[in-house]
């Protein structure tokens, strides 16, 4: 089945909350929001939001009142966006202004820039708990986006990013709506905010457990270019569907199992005051006494059916191999309500196995089943594979991902060529038309880690849910 992918919110509303003196109205229909607001980005000139939501009709002082449907599409010309040379394609990523707070809007999947590009969807807005009687106001304010260009052949644009910042046009008021708060009938107690993420060690995740398995190591033992400021050392599983977009076909990775080198979160970031960053490095382990996965990242190979050509049943089994360390850098606020980036890159290799057999039997039995065509088995050889490696940049949002209790990663990549198909006949041209090219979504799924050595918290770690 093709991986189904959601128009998640490009670029939002940032509103201000504000608590005003006053008694609360004993409206009971929501309030309905649906209007057009401008806003002015500096040299990049106007762009317009158009906002949607339904608000609470009342609210109570000590209880959430939670915007629900909200929906933003902004209107950015393509002259804003002149800083991304040769962009085809665009995704972006928004920060949304709460009075004292941000919201942080999901990564977009890639849409095309047209002039002008419409980006949108829905934002998962967060509850405000009042802790006064009053009306609670709702207000749009400053608007900041990050666009990332991709070049025709899904290649990111260099520079890879614009950002802009945005003020609402002096025309424009920013009222969204107002929700009266009463007080109490009795006293609520307020929940405390959440932690800061420099106190949300790996110990909060999970109880104490049983020792890391023997594949979890530290990287450093592996990697002596790794320094010692990553001190952290964690195991976890990695799995995740990617589409084959011109196959109309998705193929799902089993779960891998990786090692995680991390430093300690850092108070100096390149993002500014209030800001916490942490860097990691990743690469696949060996679980089991597998020959094939030893020592050369290689991930669980991966079987998948589809039609080639629209009409020919076709099934292969595909196998990555991670070049060098996974690089990855993660930014968060330091205060609640919490949001930043997570920021993956990583070079892999893809290739195409043939039959391979398990000659610790007897006979010998079927371990790999190579590519088949309507049926009839297919010769390839052992080194069918892409001739240059597969970039990938992976990202996920501060809601969706973290390293120590994982979450979602999503990215586009390029196929390259293949090179190296075939024994009696050259079959690069065959699998370089069926599979290479731009556009392929992928979605990955960490589960929760596994700290290796002290107290093994969260240890053996578990197998995710690939999320499509």
């Given amino acids: 089945m093709r991986t189904r992918r959601t128009l998640p919110i490009v670029a939002g509303l940032v509103g201000s909350l504000a608590l005003a003196p006053g008694t609360a109205g004993a409206q009971r229909e929501p309030l309905l929001v649906d209007t057009t607001l401008g806003y002015v980005c500096g040299d990049a000139g106007p762009v317009t939001a158009h906002v949607s939501a339904s608000f609470p009709a009342t609210g109570e002082v000590g209880e959430p009142v939670e915007p629900s449907h909200v929906g933003v599409d902004v209107t950015v010309p393509a002259a804003a966006l002149a800083g991304l040379p040769s962009a085809a394609s665009v995704t972006s990523f928004a920060r949304l202004e709460v ?57 990111p644009t260099e520079p890879p990013t614009v950002d802009l910042t945005c003020v609402l046009d002096p025309s424009s008021t920013g009222m969204l709506a107002t929700v009266p708060i009463a007080a109490p009938d009795d006293t609520t107690e307020v929940p405390p905010p959440p932690q800061d993420p420099s106190q949300r060690a790996p110990e909060s995740l999970a109880p104490a457990a049983v020792p890391a398995p023997d594949w979890c190591y530290r990287l450093s033992t592996k990697f002596p270019e790794i320094t010692p400021d990553y001190t952290s050392a964690f195991c976890a599983y990695l799995t995740g569907y990617s589409n084959v977009k011109k196959l109309d076909a998705s193929v799902l990775q089993p ?63 595909l196998q990555l191999t991670q070049i060098g360390l996974a690089d ?99 079959l690069d041209p065959v699998f370089t038309g069926l599979i290479s090219g731009p556009g392929n979504f992928v979605k990955l799924t960490q589960g929760p880690v596994c700290t290796v050595g002290g107290n093994n918290n969260g240890c053996p770690p578990t197998k995710p849910e690939p999320q499509r």
């Avoid at 970031?269 to 050369?296: I, R």
């Fill in 99 to 155: 009075a004292s707070q941000t919201w942080s809007v999901a990564l977009s999947d890639p849409v095309p820039l047209t002039d002008p590009v419409t980006l949108g969807g829905r934002v998962a807005a967060q509850a405000v708990t009042p802790d006064k009687a009053g009306d609670l106001a709702f207000t749009a304010g400053d608007l900041s986006v990050t666009v990332t260009g991709y070049t025709a052949d899904g290649a």
């Fill in 328 to 426: 990855v850098y993660l930014w968060s606020t330091s205060r609640p309500p919490y949001q930043g980036l997570t920021t993956v890159r990583v070079k892999l290799s893809a290739q195409i196995l043939p039959t391979m057999l398990d000659e610790t039997t007897d006979p010998p039995t079927v371990k790999v089943e190579g590519p088949s065509v309507n049926g009839v088995p297919l010769d390839i050889g052992p080194n069918c594979r892409t001739a240059q490696p597969i970039d990938g940049v992976f990202t996920g949002t501060y809601d969706s991902y973290s390293i120590t209790k994982g979450g979602v990663l999503k990215g586009t990549v390029t196929i390259p060529p293949f090179t190296g198909c075939g024994v009696t006949e050259d």
């Fill in 255 to 317: 779960a891998a199992p990786v090692n995680i080198a991390a430093t300690n979160f850092i108070r100096t970031c390149p993002e500014g005051t209030g800001v916490l960053c942490q860097k990691a490095f990743v690469y696949p382990s060996q679980e089991g006494d597998d020959p094939d996965l030893n020592g050369e990242g290689k991930m669980p190979p991966a079987r998948g059916s589809f039609f080639g050509f629209g009409f020919i049943p076709t099934t292969g089994t």
